[in-house]
């Protein structure tokens, strides 16, 4: 599980609305942009380590109990990625 830095922030960027791979893409452009406008210096995991930890964890620790969690999406990837800017 990543650690806890306290320090930092999540992306601002929200993964609503992703529905295809081109939405997913913009997405990530997107979330590109908010690390190079700040992110770099306020997620809390602004390292490429400190991002994969978060995403792992995230993507282990089933946080939402919905319905189809499990089903692969572009929506749970864009879900994912942010998740992994802040999640600790």
């Known amino acids: 599980m990543a650690a806890h830095h306290g320090s930092g922030r999540p992306t601002g960027e929200v993964p609503s609305g992703i529905a295809t791979r081109d939405d ?7 979330v590109l942009d908010d690390l190079r406008g700040g992110g770099s210096a306020e997620w809390e995991n602004n ?8 995403m792992s964890a995230f993507t282990l ?28």
């Open 24 to 30: 997913l893409g913009e997405f990530i452009l997107r």
């Open 61 to 88: 620790a089933r946080v939402v109990e919905r319905a189809g969690q499990d089903e692969p999406s572009w929506q749970l990837f864009a879900e994912i990625i942010a998740a992994a800017t802040g999640y600790e």
């Open 47 to 54: 390292t490429l380590e400190r991002f994969l930890d978060g």
